[in-house]
């Protein structure tokens, strides 16, 4: 809460916001305003105003929470475990979806290169044999310099 810290002496408006946000116990108050809280509570209209916030604090204090009812309990704890099993099933259809995705674009990136770096094979000028790939000759024969990169 944004609030403007006084020096000099408090007025009515400034005690009754102040005794709404933090109650009539002094010691709650901010540091910076409580001696003039402490001056300004002695007057009729401190004391009408510390009274009213007494009354609000003891009705706070009187109000208690009920522990939850075991049934309560057993219900949000099966739902929660219910929702992290779906999130997990989520979770493992997109991982399912995204290796998919991988799978072929490496595909599609396996087959754009081959087309690419293939040559064009023409039937007078170079027949292919069991040792030739794409890539260049796998024969026993084969260059060294390629064994080497």
Same mark, same amino acid.
């Given at each position: 809460? +944004? #609030?403007?810290?006084?020096?000099? =002496?408090? $007025?009515?408006?400034?005690? !009754? !916001? /102040?005794? $709404? ?7 709650? %108050? ?16 401190? *004391?009408?105003?510390? #009274?009213?916030?007494?009354? /609000? $604090? +003891?009705?706070? $204090?009187?109000?208690?929470? #009920?522990?939850?009812? =075991? +049934? ?14 779906? #999130?997990?099933? *989520?979770?493992?259809? %997109? /991982?399912?979806?995204?290796? +998919?995705?991988?799978? /072929? ?15 064009d094979i023409q039937s007078d000028h170079y027949v292919m044999d069991a040792n030739a790939t794409s890539f260049g000759d796998a024969g026993p024969d084969a260059d060294q310099a390629e064994e080497d990169l």
């Open positions: 809460m +944004a #609030e403007k810290i006084t020096g000099g =002496p408090m $007025d009515a408006g400034r005690f !009754a !916001a /102040l005794a $709404d946000a933090y109650g009539s116990a002094l010691h709650r %108050w901010p540091p910076a305003e409580q001696a003039a809280a402490m001056l300004f509570a002695e007057t009729g209209q401190g *004391r009408a105003i510390l #009274e009213r916030a007494g009354r /609000l $604090d +003891a009705v706070l $204090d009187r109000y208690r929470v #009920e522990a939850p009812s =075991p +049934a309560l309990h057993r219900m949000i704890v099966a739902r929660a475990a219910g929702e992290v099993r779906q #999130e997990r099933r *989520r979770r493992s259809w %997109w /991982l399912g979806f995204g290796l +998919a995705g991988v799978g /072929l674009a490496g595909a599609v990136a396996g087959l754009a290169l081959v087309t690419v770096v293939a040559p």
